[in-house]
């Protein structure tokens, strides 16, 4: 293991890295992606891997022939890669596969309401709408105040537990904020959890990508009970997610999905249904999806997960400096105390539409960035200050232009030089916000 990350060197096995994109005066550029919170690019060695074993695939738990055996071991050892990398319990945990992080809280809600009932589900008001609109339909749902930066109020989900008194059955919560990187402490919001009865699930879609997770032991009480991800984030962008936690969950009842795979034995009037977690993976499993992951954890452990996140923290704290050049920006969240974040900057220029920077961003520089609410509207709105009144007009004029952010969101390939390239050109913008405005007819 490398005790630091070369970035220039990591470029070389990042697929598509030097191709060349259209600018508006007609010319090519090299593409500068700062969108990795939304998606990353593949790994060449994850690609080299899945041309590998493509000879060799065939349909998983169901032929006798030899590739078909073959893809089932490939497939089920990458369970085991993925329960070792958070840390789960092999007897006491499963890992089921799925197509992204949504799936997986989806997949969750339907069977923790199986299991445990109706009850209150405490999220927060910092969440990804995929952790908080599954959980509307069958629970009753509060929400974790932030403070006047965005973070996560420890105050305020003490007090919620302490006012419902056991009643809250889950803590869902996103392990980092895909707008603020805000880390969030979820093991100490799983001890808290765990005091008043409560299970804990965290979406790790933004987190297990850029630091070491560990579900850490069930008799610990700052274990964690269910964990989700996605591999697209993970230079893995094969469609494939998981899920993680405990396998009492997945026993007996109606799988999330039925379909074929989820059964041991069917007629017109009965079902035996499958052990987990073979019963909440309906279909055809994403074999490719599977090879992609696991081999893109193996590449992040080799490398040092915490190598990656001093990486990209310094990338961080760089770019936040850099941005505090320009006048007219605003960033988002606390641009002082960065400590406690993934590498996530979220901002505006004073006076020129979100759409519009990344609109000029991309025709003149080449440069990938994320504009608008990124799936998280209720935290946007609040860090924006907007009002009662203006959500209510934006939901009675669907023309209305909708309020946003400016999002950089970076990877382990991501350099100084890109982050100066980027500043270089926010500058121009700065300085000529009519000339933009009035060119690309966005105001």
């Not at 879609?205 to 991800?229: G, R, S, W």
């Not at 900057?345 to 440069?367: C, M, Q, R, W």
Request: with cysteine.
């Amino acid at each position: 293991m490398k005790n630091h990350i070369n970035a220039y060197k990591l470029r070389k096995l990042i697929v598509g890295i030097d191709k060349k994109v259209p600018l508006i005066n007609g010319k090519e550029a090299v593409e500068i992606n700062f969108d990795n919170g939304a998606t990353t690019p593949p790994l060449v060695v994850v690609l080299k891997a899945i041309i590998k074993y493509l000879p060799y695939y065939s349909s998983i738990h169901r032929g006798a022939g030899y590739k078909s055996r073959f893809s089932t071991w490939i497939y089920e050892r990458t369970r085991e890669i993925v329960a070792d990398f958070v840390g789960a319990d092999s007897q006491k945990d499963i890992v089921i596969f799925t197509n992204n992080t949504t799936q997986a809280i989806n997949k969750l809600a339907k069977r923790f309401f199986q299991k445990e009932g109706k009850g209150i589900v405490l999220s927060t008001v910092m969440e990804h709408h995929s952790n908080d609109l599954p959980w509307r339909k069958e629970f009753d749902l509060d929400y974790i105040g932030v403070d006047q930066y965005g973070r996560l109020d420890f105050k305020d989900l003490e007090y919620k537990l302490e006012k419902y008194k056991g009643k809250v059955k889950l803590v869902a919560i996103a392990g980092a904020s895909n707008v603020t990187g805000y880390i969030n402490p979820i093991h100490k919001v799983a001890r808290l959890a765990h005091e008043y009865g409560a299970k804990i699930f965290v979406d790790g879609a933004q987190l297990v990508p850029h630091i070491l997770v560990d579900m850490k032991d069930h008799k610990d009480p700052e274990h964690i009970d269910f964990l989700a991800f996605s591999g697209h984030k993970m230079y893995a962008p094969f469609g494939v997610g998981a899920l993680i936690g405990h396998k009492y969950l997945f026993e007996g009842g109606i799988p999330s999905e039925p379909g074929g795979g989820t059964v041991k034995f069917v007629t017109h009037k009965d079902v035996l249904w499958n052990e987990p977690p073979l019963n909440e993976e309906a279909g055809s499993p994403n074999l490719v999806g599977a090879i992609a992951l696991g081999e893109s954890i193996r590449f992040l452990k080799h490398i040092g997960m915490e190598n990656l996140y001093q990486h990209e923290k310094k990338l961080l704290k760089y770019a936040i400096k850099r941005l505090k050049e320009i006048d007219d920006i605003i960033i988002y969240g606390d641009s002082f105390n960065i400590d406690d974040r993934v590498g996530i900057i979220s901002f505006n220029i004073k006076d020129v539409p979100h759409e519009l920077t990344a609109l000029a961003l991309a025709y003149e520089g080449a440069i990938s960035v994320r504009s608008g609410c990124f799936c998280a509207q209720p935290y946007v709105q609040k860090l924006l200050n907007i009002s009662e009144e203006e959500i209510e007009a934006y939901m009675k004029n669907e023309d209305k232009k909708r309020p946003g952010l400016v999002r950089i969101s970076f990877g382990l390939y991501n350099t100084f030089q890109e982050v100066d390239k980027l500043i270089r050109l926010l500058k121009v913008i700065s300085r000529n916000k009519n000339y933009f405005i009035n060119k690309y007819g966005i105001n």
